[in-house]
């Protein structure tokens, strides 16, 4: 009996040493390597590059961890000794339009992967206060506000709307979004068409607006957490909450 036992042991040790064995044998198969990018500022009135791009954060997580990085002056950033496997990266400074990427797949090696042509845009600087939403004869739903902006020689042609059924509707929980124009003599004037297919007669519908960079060239990505298409050329702080019931 006492030999079964002490053979069962040295069984379970050799088992226990063998798996071991076996993983830094199959991490050994997995290089670390660094990677290293590229990421530029651009300006809200002219879209110029900032000669100064230093300050951005990147930050690249997978399920086993998280690691940071900061840019120098030229927006250079390098990420040393990590390990091959599926990264979210995000790229953000404050004031300007956050950037993401999902499920970027790095392979590690002496060669470097190279992130590029990384953009982060100066968002609009803008307090919206909506204070009036209503619906015309025509089912478009009207809305009217405030702007107060940072610099009163430019005013942000670009607002989008976000439309949902709760008090808590915002950019990342929303059932409907438009992009629009909506500056006159220093008002906000939003007019958007109602598809009843969206939103049928006896709806509550609220709605936030946020002041938003007119380029086209900010790419827009899923939120996994939500399921909502992000837009990140908006301000991230947006107007008062406002509802109203579709007749």
Request: hydrophobic share 35%.
């Amino acid at each position: 009996m006492r030999l079964l036992k002490s053979s069962a042991v040295y069984l379970a040790m050799f088992a226990g040493l063998f798996a071991i064995l076996s993983c830094e044998k199959e991490a050994a198969n997995y290089p670390l390597g660094n990677l290293v990018g590229k990421v530029s500022l651009i300006d809200l009135e002219y879209n110029n590059d900032f000669d100064d791009n230093s300050g951005i954060l990147v930050t690249i997580d997978n399920s086993d961890y998280i690691m940071g990085a900061e840019t120098n002056i030229y927006g250079d950033f390098k990420f040393s000794n990590i390990q091959t496997g599926s990264y979210n990266i995000v790229f953000q400074k404050k004031d300007h339009c956050p950037f993401k990427i999902f499920g970027y797949q790095f392979v590690g090696g002496e060669v470097p992967a190279s992130i590029e042509n990384i953009m982060l845009y100066e968002y609009p600087k803008v307090d919206v206060n909506i204070s009036e939403i209503s619906i015309d004869n025509s089912n478009r739903i009207i809305i009217h506000g405030d702007l107060e902006w940072e610099n009163s020689e430019y005013c942000p042609p670009y607002f989008r709307i976000y439309f949902g059924y709760s008090t808590d509707v915002s950019y990342t929980n929303y059932k409907l979004t438009n992009k629009q124009t909506g500056v006159y003599e220093g008002t906000l004037q939003l007019i958007i068409e109602n598809n009843p297919n969206y939103f049928p007669s006896g709806t509550e519908l609220f709605a936030v607006v946020y002041p938003c960079h007119g380029t086209s060239k900010i790419t827009s990505y899923m939120e996994p957490s939500t399921g909502c298409i992000v837009y990140p050329s908006i301000n991230q702080v947006g107007s008062n909450t406002v509802s109203l019931i579709i007749p």
